[in-house]
């Protein structure tokens, strides 16, 4: 059965495009590109961008984009979307020419945003915006990985959980519950993908005016989190989580807000998934050790 190969890019509706420029080159490590659109892309690797930010009210996530890898698996995809009563739509070709894609369809989110299933993702070997010129390795870990991972909050938690297993057909990768006060419990539950990343989506429900909890992008070198964590602090961006490490996914990492209000994750380490030997567990901490909480994500 077909099913997606890895989370591909993200789009993101913000009121302050230059304050995102500014956050993404001078604090990340990304490269930029402006879109004929007037959105700003930008970059990770070789694709055209991997972050779109679009002019809009929400400051929010509105897309999130994922590669099927062949037309074969994206019409045997979408036509099993279709056979669960999902109404899929295809995309014009001037849609999907604003994604660098040769094919896009899309469903919407329960929880407020919209998926998109492409193919043949064009404009590849960009040269626009130098990439990484603050970065001591090699940048960031993408590939057939995708770009890292999203967690959306769900509406209906045990819907929203179904939903991504059932619906969009990601994999079970594990569950964190844990007591944060006496019969008070943080939980999430966390998918893959095909191509392995230990989590390209995850979800949970709480409190928040965002949909988007947060976003991650993984360095292929530790000290780019630690220097990465330098620069927010020097250039007073608000810093969520403290430098820690997750015990599911093994990744060592530091939240900070972006300007649009919701988390940026930036870790190194994260795992990749065997599927012929992983048993999904259940832990009982987010973190092992530090992440120590500064701020929710939207004061």
Request: net charge negative; charged share 20%.
């Given at each position: 059965?077909?099913?997606?190969?890895?989370?591909?890019?993200?789009?993101?509706?913000?009121?302050?495009?230059?304050?995102?420029?500014?956050?993404?080159?001078d604090?990340?490590?990304?490269?930029?590109?402006?879109?004929?659109?007037?959105?700003?892309?930008?970059?990770?690797d070789n694709?055209?961008?991997?972050?779109?930010?679009e002019?809009?009210?929400?400051?929010?996530?509105?897309?999130?984009?994922?590669?099927?890898?062949?037309?074969?698996?994206?019409?045997?995809f979408?036509?099993?979307?279709?056979?669960k009563g999902?109404?899929?739509r295809?995309?014009?070709?001037?849609?999907a020419?604003?994604?660098?894609?040769?094919?896009?369809f899309?469903?919407?989110?329960?929880?407020?945003?919209?998926?998109?299933?492409?193919?043949?993702?064009?404009?590849?070997?960009?040269?626009?915006?130098?990439?990484g010129h603050?970065?001591?390795?090699?940048?960031?870990?993408?590939?057939?990985?995708?770009?890292?991972?999203?967690?959306?909050?769900?509406?209906?938690?045990?819907?929203?959980?179904?939903?991504?297993?059932?619906v969009?057909?990601?994999?079970n990768?594990?569950?964190?519950?844990?007591?944060?006060?006496?019969?008070?419990?943080?939980?999430?539950?966390?998918?893959?993908?095909?191509?392995?990343?230990?989590h390209?989506?995850?979800?949970?429900?709480?409190?928040?005016?965002?949909?988007?909890n947060?976003?991650?992008?993984?360095?292929?070198?530790?000290?780019?989190?630690?220097?990465?964590?330098d620069?927010?602090?020097?250039?007073?961006?608000?810093?969520?989580?403290?430098?820690?490490?997750?015990?599911?996914?093994?990744?060592?990492?530091f939240?900070?807000?972006?300007?649009?209000?919701?988390?940026?994750?930036?870790?190194?380490g994260?795992?990749?998934?065997?599927?012929?030997?992983?048993?999904?567990?259940?832990?009982?901490?987010?973190?092992?050790?530090?992440?120590?909480?500064?701020?929710?994500?939207?004061?």
């Amino acid at each position: 059965m077909a099913e997606v190969q890895n989370l591909a890019y993200v789009v993101i509706a913000a009121k302050d495009l230059a304050a995102w420029r500014r956050f993404a080159t001078d604090i990340v490590g990304m490269g930029t590109c402006d879109t004929a659109a007037g959105a700003l892309g930008l970059r990770l690797d070789n694709h055209p961008w991997r972050l779109l930010i679009e002019q809009g009210d929400d400051d929010d996530l509105t897309h999130a984009g994922w590669d099927l890898g062949s037309d074969a698996a994206l019409d045997e995809f979408v036509a099993g979307l279709s056979a669960k009563g999902v109404d899929v739509r295809e995309e014009p070709a001037s849609v999907a020419a604003v994604r660098c894609v040769s094919r896009l369809f899309s469903i919407a989110d329960p929880n407020g945003f919209r998926h998109e299933f492409f193919v043949g993702r064009t404009g590849l070997q960009h040269d626009g915006g130098a990439l990484g010129h603050m970065l001591r390795g090699n940048g960031f870990v993408t590939d057939e990985l995708g770009i890292g991972h999203i967690l959306p909050v769900s509406k209906d938690y045990a819907e929203g959980v179904r939903w991504y297993s059932e619906v969009l057909g990601l994999r079970n990768s594990d569950r964190i519950r844990q007591e944060m006060a006496p019969g008070i419990f943080a939980d999430a539950t966390f998918f893959h993908s095909a191509t392995g990343r230990h989590h390209s989506l995850a979800t949970g429900s709480f409190p928040s005016p965002k949909r988007l909890n947060h976003l991650m992008l993984e360095f292929r070198d530790m000290n780019d989190v630690g220097l990465a964590c330098d620069r927010a602090k020097k250039a007073g961006v608000p810093i969520v989580l403290e430098l820690g490490h997750h015990p599911n996914d093994q990744m060592f990492s530091f939240y900070m807000r972006t300007p649009s209000g919701f988390g940026l994750e930036l870790g190194h380490g994260g795992v990749v998934i065997d599927d012929s030997n992983w048993e999904p567990q259940l832990y009982d901490v987010m973190s092992d050790w530090g992440h120590t909480r500064n701020m929710t994500m939207v004061d």
